[in-house]
């Protein structure tokens, strides 16, 4: 299935001289991803929109080394490898079809700046070894808190994108926030007036 890319100015701003690269990350989900099991039918003509543009925004809060934990089909960590060549990216999953997928996407699109880790992220024994921590659709913030603060250094930062429940999770996540010492915890709206679907993201620093 070839999928339509709907803001082709705005996915070339964000993506600059990566967009070639990002395109052909999208052509591949678009043909294989619902037959592969990473991405359900109904997401395949919002990809551009939902997907691919809503990670890409979240670019520019990366820097250093960076693990996405829960990758699935790459998003956001594949798709922010791409924009970001100069930060390292280790993307943790634990189901086999989606680390051979992305192991797939790694070698195809030539990155060299990915390492793809297979494993959940309570069993990743790299405590604090991270710059930041990033998720996208794994779980509540309250639950998500105990996979992914214990990997970010001391003074690094969380930056998870999230739905329209952002606060609410804040709000429910606050003895977690107190028990794994995050500060400066907020809500970030990106690419408003920008992108057809705006991205949440919620920040914070860990102490
Ligand atoms: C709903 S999918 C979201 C995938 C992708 N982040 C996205 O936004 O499309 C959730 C992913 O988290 C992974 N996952 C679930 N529990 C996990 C854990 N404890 N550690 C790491 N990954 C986990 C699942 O295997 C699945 O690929």
Same mark, same amino acid.
């Given at each position: 299935?070839?999928?339509? %890319?709907?803001?082709? !100015?705005? *996915?070339? %701003?964000?993506?600059?001289? +990566?967009?070639?690269? *990002? +395109?052909?990350?999208?052509?591949?989900? !678009?043909?294989?991803?619902?037959?592969?099991?990473?991405?359900?039918? =109904?997401?395949?003509?919002? =990809?551009?929109? +939902?997907?691919?543009?809503?990670? #890409?925004?979240?670019?520019?809060?990366?820097?250093?080394?960076?693990?996405?934990?829960?990758?699935?089909?790459?998003?956001?960590?594949? &798709?922010?490898?791409? !924009?970001?060549?100069?930060?390292?990216?280790?993307?943790?999953?634990?189901?086999?079809?989606?680390?051979?997928?992305?192991?797939?996407?790694? $070698?195809?699109?030539? @990155?060299?700046?990915?390492?793809?880790?297979?494993?959940?992220?309570?069993? #990743?024994?790299? /405590?604090?070894?991270?710059?930041?921590?990033?998720? +996208?659709? &794994?779980?509540?913030?309250?639950?998500?808190?105990?996979?992914? !603060?214990?990997?970010?250094?001391?003074?690094?930062? =969380?930056?998870? @994108?999230?739905?329209?429940?952002?606060?609410?999770?804040?709000?429910?996540?606050?003895?977690?926030?107190?028990?794994?010492? @995050?500060?400066?915890?907020? &809500?970030? &709206?990106?690419?408003?007036?920008?992108? /057809?679907?705006?991205?949440?993201?919620? $920040?914070?620093?860990?102490?």
């Amino acid at each position: 299935m070839s999928v339509l %890319e709907p803001e082709p !100015a705005v *996915a070339a %701003e964000l993506f600059g001289d +990566r967009i070639d690269i *990002a +395109r052909q990350f999208t052509a591949a989900l !678009a043909d294989q991803g619902e037959e592969r099991g990473l991405i359900g039918p =109904l997401e395949l003509p919002r =990809l551009w929109t +939902r997907h691919i543009l809503n990670s #890409v925004i979240a670019a520019p809060l990366f820097h250093g080394s960076v693990a996405d934990i829960g990758s699935g089909a790459g998003l956001p960590g594949l &798709v922010l490898a791409i !924009a970001r060549p100069d930060v390292h990216w280790t993307l943790i999953e634990p189901m086999e079809r989606r680390i051979t997928w992305l192991n797939e996407q790694v $070698r195809e699109l030539s @990155l060299d700046n990915v390492e793809v880790v297979r494993a959940r992220a309570e069993e #990743v024994d790299r /405590p604090g070894g991270f710059d930041v921590v990033t998720a +996208r659709a &794994v779980s509540a913030l309250r639950t998500l808190l105990p996979l992914t !603060a214990p990997l970010v250094r001391d003074g690094g930062e =969380l930056a998870v @994108l999230k739905g329209i429940n952002a606060a609410n999770e804040i709000d429910a996540a606050q003895k977690q926030i107190k028990k794994y010492r @995050l500060s400066n915890v907020r &809500v970030e &709206v990106l690419g408003e007036g920008v992108l /057809p679907e705006i991205t949440r993201v919620v $920040r914070a620093t860990v102490r």
